[in-house]
């Protein structure tokens, strides 16, 4: 056997070595890819913002078109809600206010004060209402401040206006979050309960089975969408939303991510392409 031949054998292994283990450590939240459900997506990467989107409070939310983001600014007011509220082609809105409401989110955190006065803040939000844009909400959080900029985080559930409810905490812990780090967020709001969870989007690392922390808060009925600050510094970038509703229309669940994991068969083509340029050099 040629050196070559030995040397397009080795390729092709790492090939499937790469395709096999970016399998195993690929991991993303339990309805993507195939999974259909009645809700709504937006990965934010159309160029325009789609029409549903309402603002309730202050104007915290502008389109990335370049890197498709959905970027949630510093602004004053309390609360400041981005909310999704439909309408059926003939101009009715879809009212999906009642029953079972939960929200998936990508998101991190771009800039934030860790300022305990518990003002810096953004997160998913359930149960909003437009007359004053009260709702139940999962917050980004300061759990301490190190007064040079620096602190750590923690995720806080909040009924607007009334009671900030539980940190979420795991096996005895809270969860906590880094800057710049991508996460993804669950809350749902059922029967008057609030669960919620959080886990790092990094492609590693599996959704946790149990929800994080429970709370029942003085019941809302509302909109579902995306919470702002409230007047402290916190900025956001959101990479996908899921929005799920009984009585909304059947989707199948995906999007376009940015900074995603490569996926196997993309790992995959680029051992091929090192194959390709071993070719050529032969040649």
Do not use: C
């Not at 450590?25 to 029409?51: C, I, K, R």
């Not at 922390?213 to 970038?237: C, K, M, N, Q, Y």
């Amino acid at each position: 056997m040629s050196r070559f031949t030995l040397s397009l054998i080795l390729l092709a292994a790492m090939a499937a070595s790469v395709s096999s283990s970016a399998t195993e450590w690929l991991y993303m939240p339990a309805e993507w890819g195939s999974t259909t459900v009645h809700g709504f997506q937006d990965d934010f990467s159309s160029g325009s913002l789609n029409p549903a989107w309402t603002l309730a409070g202050s104007p915290a939310f502008t389109l990335d078109t370049t890197n498709g983001l959905l970027k949630v600014h510093n602004v004053a007011g309390d609360p400041n809600h981005l909310l999704y509220i439909p309408r059926d082609g003939g101009g009715d809105l879809i009212d999906y206010t009642g029953g079972t409401q939960e929200v998936l989110m990508r998101i991190r955190v771009t800039a934030f004060a860790y300022d305990q006065s518990q003002g810096p803040r953004g997160g998913p939000a359930v149960a909003v209402n437009t007359t004053d844009s009260r709702g139940i909400n999962l917050h980004f959080q300061a759990a301490t401040n190190n007064g040079d900029g620096t602190g750590l985080g923690k995720f806080s559930l909040l009924n607007d206006q009334v009671a900030w409810g539980p940190d979420l905490s795991r096996d005895g812990q809270q969860v906590r979050w880094d800057p710049n780090e991508w996460y993804w967020l669950r809350l749902e709001y059922k029967d008057g309960v609030a669960s919620a969870k959080a886990w790092l989007a990094d492609g590693q690392t599996p959704e946790p089975l149990a929800w994080d922390t429970t709370w029942t808060p003085e019941s809302r009925v509302g909109w579902a969408g995306i919470a702002a600050t409230s007047g402290a510094l916190a900025e956001f970038d959101v990479d996908y939303i899921l929005i799920k509703s009984a009585k909304l229309d059947l989707i199948t669940v995906g999007g376009k991510l940015t900074s995603a994991i490569p996926e196997p068969a993309t790992m995959s083509l680029l051992a091929l392409g090192g194959l390709a340029l071993l070719r050529r050099k032969r040649a």
